[in-house]
């Protein structure tokens, strides 16, 4: 039979790795769209508040880049090390792959994001709103730009906090009375298939 989490070896820094990983880049995330973005609405010169916006989502961007290699270090070593609970215990399998398609998906959104946040740092001192949002007197080009960071801002915090429930639910899948019952319906499963 495949081993499982209980005959693997303590995995501390590794889970540390990747569950401080993701908390960072969900958490960051989400604060540099709630409270970074619109915060820079109360700078007093229009003008100033998008590159304010970009500045801070600079300095965070190595801070994050560093969180999302963490994470995904310790999540291959922990797939590596329960590669045999993967693929014997009824539902881990679902969860890692659903896992790895939402990861997948979150480091494409960080990747939009920080493309247009590129592309609106780069355009100079606009009038806007706030780090998102255009005034009527934003040019056309930067006002599509923010548009489409305005939505894109939300879709790296929605992927990586789904990631956390999955981290959760593994986190159930590992206590060993869940093992013994997702080993047992794998195994009559099998009989039966």
Known sequence: ??????????????????????????????????????????VGDPTDRLPVAT?????WAPVQAAAIGAHLLGGAVILY???????AQQGVRANTNAKLVLTGAALLAAARTGALGARTAAVGPVPTRDGVVPLPSTPGD??????????????TPALTGALVALT?????????EEQSRGLVRTALGRRHG
């Open 1 to 42: 039979m495949p081993s499982t989490s209980t005959t693997t070896p303590r995995s501390t820094v590794v889970r540390t790795l990747h569950d401080a990983g993701l908390a960072v880049w969900f958490g960051g995330s989400l604060m540099g769209a709630v409270g970074l973005n619109g915060a820079s609405r109360r």
């Open 55 to 59: 500045e801070g989502w600079a300095r």
């Open 81 to 87: 090390r329960n590669r045999g609970r993967v693929a």
């Open 142 to 155: 930067v006002a599509t730009l923010l548009q489409q960071l305005r939505v894109w801002q939300w879709v």
């Open 168 to 176: 959760a639910q593994q986190g159930e899948q590992q206590k060993p």
